[in-house]
């Protein structure tokens, strides 16, 4: 960011810069003038302007914005014979020139990366092993270089326990590393990388870095069983199973009731999909408005690509909306029954003492010896019974 009395210039790229011969490069100078639009232009060593070239190869861009003015340079593919590259300027109103600082590496002087394997897949919990070797000319700009591992953009921590890295060349012009994962798993899926930071001499702001990629997949297999799923749905409800059998390879699955396999067109009310996660097919089947044929064992089958199977078993139950009135309504009429068949029987037995004292009654006057019978009297006193008369002289 640059400041004079009537404008202000902004360089991009602002620092030393070391593009690859064969790539795409972009510069660019924003002038800003204060009460005045600014005339900018590019030039080179000889002071003559640079636009856009005849083949091409080069495209040159100048947008103008109040007193605002933006202009670009594109080369693609960058050439080492733009010979307007070492000592290009922006100078603004023929009176200011503020130079970039620009090194086109030689396409040979890149470094050779060979990350091997390339496309690997492993299996779970076996060790993974990659192994990278450079070769590299050194451009008289560079100083030294330095191997690298990332994972997924992130730097490789050496001191953790999940991987080993080990140099097993390290000359001037070549060196070799090699990185061991140990026992993968499927969260060591994904991009591995192998990159060169090349340190600049002194004086230069700007490193380079070189890297070479290797996409990596695991393969595992889920042959544990999931834990059973009871599920319990109202009549006319609507039910989904999800199946938690995963892997890679991504397993086949189809769906079972009992021993009969389903599909889409058995029944208008069954649905299946994928698991949107995973993206296992048909590892979701869905059943819309359910009825008491509903009621059973469900299976989700899952063969993985060595042969292996696995299953989860699901265990749908169908109850009626009303079913929790009817113990309820039970135990109700048992009551009833029950204080009926005590009425009934209190009622019964009083009748049975009723009719006995009726027919001892008249037993009694009707039996000669009971007509016959002296009469007993007692009287009662302080002192107890006082006496006890017969009139039956022979009693």
């Not at 404008?7 to 490069?25: A, I, M, N, W």
């Not at 058995?266 to 008491?292: C, H, M, P, Q, W």
């Amino acid at each position: 960011f640059l400041v004079s009395a009537s404008f202000t210039v902004v360089k991009e790229p602002s620092g030393s810069v070391f593009p690859l011969e064969g790539s795409k490069f972009t510069v660019k100078c924003i002038v800003t003038g204060v009460d005045k639009l600014p005339n900018a232009t590019f030039r080179d060593r000889n002071n003559n302007a640079v636009e856009g070239s005849t083949d091409g190869h080069r495209t040159f861009i100048k947008d103008i914005d109040g007193f605002n003015e933006v202009l670009t340079l594109i080369w693609n593919p960058l050439r080492l014979t733009d010979i307007e590259i070492p000592d290009l300027s922006c100078d603004v109103d023929d009176t200011d020139s503020f130079k970039y600082n620009i090194h086109i590496i030689p396409i040979v002087s890149k470094p050779m990366i060979n990350l091997y394997p390339k496309n690997e897949t492993v299996n779970k919990d076996d060790d993974l092993t990659l192994t990278c070797d450079i070769k590299v000319k050194m451009f008289e700009k560079w100083e030294n270089f330095a191997l690298e591992w990332l994972f997924n953009g992130q730097l490789i921590d050496k001191n953790s326990n999940k991987y080993k890295i080990n140099k097993l060349v390290d000359e001037a012009e070549n060196k070799s590393s090699t990185l061991t994962v140990s026992k993968a798993s499927n969260k060591d899926e994904g991009i591995y990388q192998c990159r060169a930071n090349v340190n600049l001499k002194s004086g230069d702001t700007t490193d380079s870095t070189f890297s070479e990629d290797a996409d990596i997949e695991v393969k595992w297999e889920d042959t544990s069983t999931p834990a059973k799923q009871e599920i319990i749905k109202m009549n006319e409800e609507s039910v989904e199973m999800a199946c938690l059998i995963k892997g890679y390879p991504i397993p086949k699955l189809h769906w079972q009731k009992g021993d009969d396999t389903l599909a889409a067109g058995d029944d208008s009310r069954y649905t299946f999909s994928n698991d949107t996660k995973y993206g296992t097919e048909n590892s979701l089947f869905a059943i819309s408005k359910v009825t008491y044929t509903d009621r059973g064992k469900y299976y989700c089958v899952a063969t993985f690509q060595s042969g292996k199977s696995s299953r989860q078993e699901f265990i749908l139950r169908v109850r009626d909306p009303l079913g929790a009135l009817w113990p309820a309504l039970g135990i109700l009429i048992e009551a009833i029954l029950l204080f009926l068949i005590i009425g009934l029987y209190t009622c019964f037995k009083k009748s049975k003492h009723q009719n006995t004292d009726d027919v001892d009654g008249a037993n009694h006057e009707k039996s000669p010896l009971v007509k016959d019978a002296p009469r007993v009297s007692y009287t009662t006193g302080d002192e107890g019974v006082k006496s006890r008369l017969v009139n039956d002289e022979k009693a």
